[in-house]
């Protein structure tokens, strides 16, 4: 199995590849153009991932079986594309929870002790004590969540240790949830805005979460509160953000924005070089040697369950069950040869399409119990046709409630 991995990735994973017995090829400046030619001229299976974007016309001209995220979130690979090839996606989640956790806490102390500034101001050869006494503290103030997944779940202890309450707007948790965590439950995100002195992102993107933290969110934030976002820069409302904080009335720690450079090493002048109570850090969250290496062996793992069982772990382009499909039918029959055979040929006359397919043989394998997902319902007189086989007992047909 040959592996393509075009970004950078740890050492630890490139010799956890080569053990599996794969053919590694590591490129990390392969992009666009030179991505695409890579994977066609290799013919490689599985391409490895960090921020490098896997586009539709990239993954067209490939013979990819798996595109492994090494991280997260998964929004640079075009997931539809890849879908529509049949190339599995598959991502590690929650395998650097605690280093973005820990960027989101310094981003938080040092917006509220100006830390990047006493740092500038001093490399200036500038002295002011007077200005930078000014801070507020932490303790006793209110952290507000955005999302509770594994990072966010992170930021609860932490929380804690400095002193702080938290409340929630998840869309998952229960009161029994917020109960069980020992925190409080925001009915809304403006009620969030409203109750927070601090407010961290931890959101995937998504089409409900694109844009989600707008102006009217920004107007509902308390004077001098401070939002934190190491999720996904999509999320928020970058004219809106760069308007509230401008305006003095809150302050952000940022380490994803709009037009942030996509090359490990280049240069940047958009809004953020100098934007009023805004500090930004260069996307570094995931980037701890802990995380990383917790990353690569994840990736290992995926490859490895792949190579030596056809399963992927972590997959995130499979259809739910039910999801698809419009009708459940469900055959009893003796478990012999040619019985499968006879159901889906009656099935393909009637040009009925087969989403999922489950064959459970019972103890003593006499019998079966063949569960089918369909694309549509099959007629009566297909019904009919599949239940005169001999070895078939009974044939049901039950809709999906979706």
């Given at each position: 199995m040959k592996v393509l991995v075009a970004d950078k990735f740890e050492q630890s994973g490139l010799n956890g590849l080569?053990?599996?017995?794969?053919?590694?090829?590591?490129n990390p400046e392969l992009k666009d153009d030179a991505l695409r030619d890579a994977l066609a001229e290799s013919g490689a299976e599985v391409l490895v991932v960090r921020s490098t974007k896997v586009t539709k016309d990239i993954i067209d001209s490939s013979q990819l079986a798996l595109i492994v995220r090494a991280g997260a979130?998964?929004?640079?690979?075009?997931?539809?594309?890849?879908?529509?090839?049949?190339?599995?996606?598959?991502?590690?989640?929650?395998?650097?929870?605690i280093a973005v956790a820990e960027l989101a806490f310094g981003l938080i102390l040092a917006l509220d002790r100006h830390i990047a500034d006493n740092v500038a101001e001093l490399r200036a050869g500038h002295w002011d004590k007077k200005t930078f006494?000014?801070?507020?503290?932490?303790?006793?103030t209110t952290l507000g969540l955005i999302g509770l997944g594994q990072i966010g779940q992170e930021m609860i202890p932490r929380a804690r240790a400095f002193g702080m309450s938290v409340i929630v707007f998840s869309r998952w948790m229960t009161a029994e949830t917020a109960a069980a965590l020992g925190v409080g439950r925001a009915e809304s995100l403006t009620d969030l805005a409203r109750q927070a002195d601090t407010i961290s992102v931890h959101v995937a993107l998504t089409k409900e979460t694109q844009g989600m933290l707008n102006e009217e969110?920004?107007?509902?934030?308390k004077p001098g509160a401070t939002l934190i976002n190491t999720s996904r820069a999509e999320v928020v409302d970058q004219e809106a953000l760069l308007a509230a904080t401008g305006s003095g009335k809150i302050k952000a720690g940022l380490d994803v924005f709009a037009d942030e450079p996509t090359v490990a090493e280049g240069s940047y002048s958009g809004p953020m070089c100098n934007a009023k109570n805004i500090y930004c850090t260069h996307h570094i969250g995931a980037s701890t040697d802990q995380a990383q290496e917790a990353v690569a062996a994840e990736t290992v793992r995926i490859v490895a369950e792949f190579k030596t069982s056809g399963i992927v772990p972590n997959v995130v382009n499979v259809s739910k069950k039910g999801e698809v499909a419009t009708h459940l039918l469900v055959v009893r029959h003796q478990d012999?040869?040619?019985?499968?055979?006879?159901?889906?040929?009656?099935l393909k006359d009637e040009s009925v399409n087969v989403q999922e397919m489950e064959n459970i043989v019972l103890g003593g394998a006499q019998a079966a119990i063949a569960q089918i997902s369909l694309s549509s319902a099959p007629s009566p007189e297909t019904m009919d046709v599949i239940r005169t086989h001999p070895f078939?007992?009974?044939?049901?047909?039950?809709p999906i409630k979706k």
């Open positions: 080569k053990s599996l017995g794969c053919e590694v090829i590591s979130g998964y929004n640079t690979i075009d997931v539809e594309a890849a879908s529509a090839k049949g190339i599995y996606v598959a991502n590690c989640p929650g395998k650097n929870s006494s000014k801070s507020r503290g932490i303790y006793g969110f920004f107007s509902a934030m012999r040869v040619g019985v499968l055979s006879h159901v889906l040929g009656a078939i007992f009974d044939a049901s047909l039950f």
